[in-house]
Structure formats: C-alpha cells, structure tokens
C-alpha cells in the first residue's frame, strides 16, 4: 500500500533550499513546523558556525525530524592534501549532523578535480574517502547517505550518477549487512530517466539502502539543469509511479521535496511554497 | 592499435553542424573536401528539398564518404496518426540517406510526447518504429545507427540514454547476427559519464555494432547543455581513452567532429573551424 500522504504530512520532509535560503534557519524551522510538516532537511550554510545544539533543540522542541543533513563536502582532489582536507571537513559535518540528530547525512560527492579527465580516478577517492566516513559515522550514529546525481552535473557535482552504481559501491565498501548504515539518497530529479531505475529502487529497498527519498519535478523546457527544477506535478516526472516503487520496496521514512528554483518558487514568500508543497505531496506526489 | 589520425586526415570526418549551417551544402562539401577529411555527415535541412542524387554525386565527386545521415525524426507521440506520420518520415529519409550513399541513418529517437510522463510508453514506441525502419532500411541498404543521447536530453530529445539500453534494443530487435544493420552510434559527449561505458563500448564491439564515433568535449562550465559543446581537447572529457577503447573493440570507421557551439565555434569562419578540428583530431582525439 502506498502511503496517503494527504493524510499524513508527518511523512512529509522539506529540504529547506526549496525555500531558497531567503530566511535564517530559526524562522524556517518555525514556518516548517507551522505548516504542518514532519521533518526538515537543513542545509550546512545554515548550521555552521550557529550554535548548533540550539538549532538542534529548536528543531526537536517544534516537533520536527531532520530527514537529512545537507550535504558533503566535494571529494576529489588534484592532491593528497586536498583530498586529506574535504575529508576532515566532511567528518565535521558529520559530527553537526550527529548533533542535530539527523537520519542521514547525505552525500553529493564531488566531480572531477580542476582541469582533470580523470574519472576513475575521483570515484576512486569518493570510495576510499567514503570508507572512512562510514566508520567516523558508526561512531556518531550518523548514517551517509550516497546521492547519486543526474549525469548532466558529472564534471562538476558528482561522478556517481547511476543508482546500480551507488549500490555497487555500497556493497564493495560495506558489504551485504542486514542493518546497513551506508545507502542511497534517492531524487526523481536525477534518477527519473534511468531505464533501469525501477530494478535499483527493488535491488536498493531489499537490501535496506533507500536512506531517502526526494521529490521535485523536470520541467519542460528547463532553462537551468541547476537551478530551475519544478514542483511536483509541474514537469515530465512520474513521481507517483517513482514514489510507489521506492514504497513498494519497503521504504517508509520520510519523502522531501528538495527544489532549486531561481526563477520561481525561490522568488515566493515562504510559507507560500509550503501551501503549494503540501497541497502537492498530497496530489502529485 | 590505435591509428594515428595525424597521419590519416580519411579517417576523420566532419559532422556538418560542426560549421553551424553558415553556407549551403555545396560550399560545405568543397572546404570539407579542401581540408583533407575523408568523409562529412550532413543534415536533413542541408539535403531535403535539394537536388539530392546532385548532392551525392558532388559528394563522391569531391572524393568524400558520407559517414552518417542526420538524423531521423523524433518517433513518440501522443496519437496512432503522430507515431505514423513519424515513422514514414524517417522512411523518407532513409531513402534519402541511400541516395546519398551513407554509411549509415543517425536515430536520435526523440524525447516524451507532449505533456506524457510515460517513459517507458516511449521507449517502446521507439522499439516498434525501429522493428519497422530496419526492414526499410534492408531493403535500401541503408544500416540504422541508434544514438543514445545524454540524459539531460530524456525529456525533450531522446529517451534513449544508456548505451547498454541501446544494445539491448539491438538485441532484441535484431537478434544475434554476424553483419548487423543495427547498431549504435557512440558519441563522448553522451557516453563519457556513464560508469559502465567501457564495458559497453567492449560489448558493441564484440557484436560488430558500433557504426558511428562521434567526438567532441565537455565544457567546464557548460553555458547551455544543447549548443556548448567543445573541441576536443578544450573539456573534461578523455577523448583518447573512450577512442582506443572504440578500436581496441574493432571499430574502424570515422572518427567524426560533431561540436554544436553557438557561442564560439558556429561564430568562426568554415575554414578555421576545420583546420583546428583537423589539428586536434591529430592532438586531443
């Protein structure tokens, strides 16, 4: 069965750069919890250098999960150095996340370092760097969650695009565990066109990687692949068949519109977005 | 061994958009011709309504092969009548691309039909139509090279992204043969992302289906994923590595420039366009 949403907005998550980071993170988690919502997904621009347990027991105090904690630092590096320092910074990151008591950290792992062609080269860093982070986040309670990303950003986001190939780095760095804390952060945005992503949303939710689950739209014409994503319902996406296969495959935490949207929905007073969103999650999602 | 296209300009050839549609066909064909190429592959708006068997016989006549017919229209649609009408235009250009000589029909089989969300309905759309183009082009002569285009391009331009779905399609449409007239058409800018390109470039290989290899690179950053591409060399893309591989696996047909750039390469003259295409086929391919 999948989940009725517009009879359970507590299993409704807003990333909260949907909102367009126009409000400090106080005021966010304010209007988020106002609208009805059950969790957030906060942004590292809006936690650190805060005070971050405060953040972290106003979110509680509102009654709000943290879906995930947004996002890694970029991985691949043209140096030892260079690769040493985005792990450090991600382990802090991490150790934020832990505080804020967020289900998951979610990873966006780099694309190729400055003037590279190397890609097996990065996604050899990203594995190796990840490797390491699992551990650090075993210690902390933090789970990491891989994103994969649409391919259109590969040289400059995230050489890991295919969800198969997600899952194929969980397996090598993790291995087959029945309580896995490394998975897959799962976007209709980046995974929609993939013939095979019905099999890795069945392959993801039997090993128990669906970590998260995200939802926007791809709209026609897209006039930025950054920054002009739609609401669901506005675009191309099949996001309930998408949303239904991610259920069907056991997935039960929370769905998260995460939209990026100079154009539209960025240029909207908050709590504006947060109607049309929860109006959305409950008709086109 | 990979060849050395320094020392054998006849196996290069220069997809016609590459020059950006600045002078009629027959100018086309002399600078391509006086440059030193071994062969060009033009477009539609280029041949229909022309003289086409004058076309080809000034084609010939230069010296020059035609490595590619571009392109079929986009197949899926909303209606019977749509998908039909489709189709018999591909017919007709498949005929075309017999009196033109050419190696080979390019399919850039197109995107979702208007307001559809249904991918699959597409893809299967394009699996008939092709079943059909296929016999036509037997008949003709004519082999049919399926292009799988960068997903950024799923929703307008080609549900056709993977070049693994792209052998598949071949597999099941074709069967096994020994001297296909299906086959793919691999472009860098498509495929260099993938994770699984090597291996799928060793699998097209195996099963004599690599027809086309089109060249170009990947800006950093990217203004308009349509129109900015790059000349080799100039991006992220490791053009050499995915061309040895191309020929580890067989292949030894054109190596073709097809560099759509609106902002910088469509703004230059014919003739430095292709002296520095000759040049980096001989440096950065």
Redesign the interface.
């Known amino acids: 069965m999948v989940r009725d949403l517009s009879a359970d907005l507590k299993a409704c998550a807003i990333n909260t750069a949907t909102l367009g980071f126009q409000a400090p993170i106080k005021e966010v988690v304010e209007a988020v919890a106002r609208a009805g919502f059950g969790a957030l997904a906060p942004w590292r621009r809006e936690v650190e250098g805060g005070d971050v347990p405060a953040i972290a027991k106003q979110i509680r105090d509102a009654g709000l999960k943290v879906s995930g904690y947004c996002r890694s630092t970029y991985i691949p590096a043209n140096t030892r150095d260079g690769f040493r320092s985005n792990v450090e910074s991600n382990k802090r990151a991490i150790m934020d996340a832990a505080v804020l008591g967020a289900d998951t950290f979610v990873m966006v792992v780099g694309g190729?370092p400055l003037h590279?062609?190397?890609?097996a080269g990065a996604?050899q860093q990203v594995k190796d760097a990840t490797a390491e982070l699992l551990r650090h986040g075993k210690e902390l309670g933090v789970r990491l969650s891989l994103e994969p990303l649409?391919?259109?950003y590969?040289?400059?986001r995230s050489?890991l695009?295919?969800t198969a190939?997600a899952l194929d780095w969980c397996d090598e760095i993790e291995g087959g565990t029945l309580d896995p804390w490394l998975g897959v952060c799962l976007d209709v945005y980046h995974t929609?066109?993939?013939?095979?992503v019905l099999s890795s949303i069945a392959r993801a939710g039997a090993a128990r990687r669906i970590f998260n689950f995200h939802v926007c739209d791809?709209l026609?014409?897209?006039e930025d692949?950054l920054n002009d994503r739609g609401m669901m319902g506005d675009?191309?996406?099949?996001v309930k068949?998408l949303r239904a296969a991610v259920e069907a495959a056991g997935y039960r935490s929370h769905v998260e519109a995460e939209i990026f949207s100079v154009r539209n929905w960025w240029t909207r007073a908050i709590d504006e977005t947060l109607s049309i969103t929860r109006e959305r999650f409950a008709t086109a999602t």
């Open positions: 190729l590279s062609k190397d890609i996604r649409h391919p259109v590969a040289a400059e050489c695009t295919l190939e929609w066109w993939d013939p095979n791809w026609v014409p897209t692949v675009g191309v996406i099949d068949a």
